[in-house]
């Protein structure tokens, strides 16, 4: 992955140029074979969701906390979109701020990104293998 900053100028007509743009997005492919439906989301209560996500929450901090050297900020409820509107359990985690001066460094840091992804993936486990509800 990566991210660009656009060149200076405007999109060309033909695709190509400082901002090169598609002209018409490209066509998905047709499916082959059978097509899988995945199964509806969990009917949740919005309390019983917000008390899903704390323990979801709960489990993620103390495993990157545990796996990193971050600072602990605190749990804290918000009405983010991204967790507000979701059928399911859900939170919203942030590792630090690029602008901080060691922060910034550990966050370019592969290392640290690795023990970041080893706290999510034990905290998502955990929970799983324990709060999850099950249909």
Not at 6 to 26: D, F, I, R, S, V
Not at 55 to 71: D, N, V
Not at 95 to 103: A, D, L, Q, S
Not at 119 to 124: D, F, L, N, P
């Amino acid at each position: 992955m990566g991210v660009f900053e656009p060149a200076p100028g405007p999109p060309t007509a033909t695709g190509e140029g400082p901002n090169p743009q598609p002209l018409e997005p490209e066509p998905e492919p047709a499916p082959t074979g059978p097509v899988l439906v995945p199964a509806s989301p969990l009917s949740l209560s919005q309390g019983r969701r917000a008390e899903l996500s704390r323990s979801l929450g709960t489990k993620l901090m103390g495993y990157l906390l545990s796996s990193t050297t971050a600072s602990n900020r605190g749990l804290r409820t918000s009405d983010f979109f991204v967790t507000k509107y979701t059928p399911v359990p859900a939170v919203l985690v942030e590792m630090g701020y690029v602008t901080h001066p060691v922060e910034g460094l550990n966050l370019r840091n592969p290392v640290y990104l690795d023990r970041i992804a080893y706290g999510i993936a034990r905290g998502v486990l955990e929970y799983l293998e324990h709060d999850y509800p099950v249909q």
